[in-house]
Nanobody, 125 residues
Framework: HVQLVESGGGSVQAGGSLLLSCVAS????????MGWFRQVPGKEREGVAR????????YYADSVKSRFIISRDNAKNTLSLQMTNLNPEDTAMYYC???????????????????WGQGTQVTVS
């Protein structure tokens, strides 16, 4: 039973950067598709980026491509999201998620992910 805990959120000015981290415990995540999602109150949860097990592929929403980088360190059982050139539209609660039954992420829909962290708030002004 894997558990995920995010950290690294905060408040930054437009153009700034943040590094989000997700630490997994209870199980190894090296085989799992992993993803970052974000959600604004009143809106659906949105996929930001996802990464295949063993880092065979990385995928990004058009809105963040070229600005965000998803990565994993399977030796440390962690997932990261390096965010640069942030803008106010990036403001949201960010969630780390795992699909414990998928190695390849495919379309990366929300319902594919069955393990979620508690979220970390990112605010850009």
């Amino acid at each position: 039973h894997v558990q995920l805990v995010e950290s690294g959120g905060g408040s930054v000015q437009a153009g700034g950067s943040l590094l989000l981290s997700c630490v997994a415990s209870g199980d190894t995540i090296s085989r799992y598709c992993m993803g970052w999602f974000r959600q604004v109150p009143g809106k659906e949860r949105e996929g930001v980026a996802r990464i295949d097990g063993r880092d065979t592929g990385r995928y990004y929403a058009d809105s963040v491509k070229s600005r965000f980088i998803i990565s994993r360190d399977n030796a440390k059982n962690t997932l990261s999201l390096q965010m640069t050139n942030l803008n106010p539209e990036d403001t949201a609660m960010y969630y780390c998620a795992a699909s414990d039954f998928r190695i390849y992420c495919g379309s990366g829909r929300v319902s594919d992910f069955n393990v979620w962290g508690q979220g970390t708030q990112v605010t850009v002004s």
